[in-house]
């Protein structure tokens, strides 16, 4: 077995079980790569491990920071880069769990430190863009980056281009060489866990319904007392919920809301997790636990 093994998929996959099984046989310690349980408040709608699996495995990035703390995807690429990279070095096998596509890239492939944003910079772009045309934006991403601007056609990444140079001095195509992520460096094997969309659906719903019995309205309740951050905020159940709560349907309508956005999360999910060849799919529908973990054991 490589010492670093990545579990990814959709949501509601079973990642997390399979996840805490495949550690406890091989002696692992899991890294999260799931955004939605860094949050310490929420466990009901975020499906975080529950606590025989904390106090059974040792996880990491798992319920360390508040929903009112602000938490972006270069401080994970660090901390948990330097995480997996300390466990490597003490013979420490690692299995990395998690639905969270751009952090999982972060962690593969590295990420340079952004060079921030500035919110008057990219406006007076966007006026150029709908004056000028994007073709004009192009033009100037051509001039001070001609890398970068042979890949990026959208306007958004255009603009972002742009932006990093305006600010920095220097192209972003030389920025992303300061990235350095663990694919390459260490041996990584990454398996996908895949359902037949029916099935998937079928297991969304129930999970959500399954949410509502176990208290999912009063654990928002109590998270809407917290200033939340942007990225807490967008947690799937806080907004469907609040909706609830101030009245503006029912339980049922709420339900459905939360059941057809995490559908779609799914979908985003799996486009970006099939676009990268290196990961290995098992089908998993027809299997059990234990055989879905001989799989990835003889991967």
Known sequence: MPPIIFIVGATATGKTEVAYE????INAEIVSCDSMVFYKEPGIITSKPP????????????????VEDTYNIFDYYVSATNKINDLFKNNIPVVVCGGSG????????GIFKGAGQDAE????LEEQAQK???EHLHEELNKVDPQTAGKVKDLRRIIRALEVFYLTGIPLSQKKQEANGLWGNLSI????????REKLYERI???????FENGAIEEVKGLLKFSLSNTAGKIIGIKEISGYLKGEYNIEQAKELMKKNTRNLAKRQLTWFRADKRISWLDV???????????????
């Open 22 to 25: 495949l550690a406890k046989q």
């Open 132 to 134: 000028y045309g994007k």
């Open 51 to 66: 606590r025989y699996m904390l106090d059974c495995v040792k996880h990491h990035f798992v319920g360390m920071i508040s």
């Open 205 to 211: 719903n129930k999970r959500v319904d399954v949410m």
């Open 102 to 109: 751009l952090y999982v890239k972060a962690l593969l492939d």
């Open 121 to 124: 910079l990219r406006k007076k």
């Open 285 to 299: 529908g027809n299997l059990e636990l234990e055989e879905i973990i001989v799989k990835i054991r003889g991967g």
């Open 189 to 196: 094997k990454i398996f996908g866990l895949n359902f037949k």
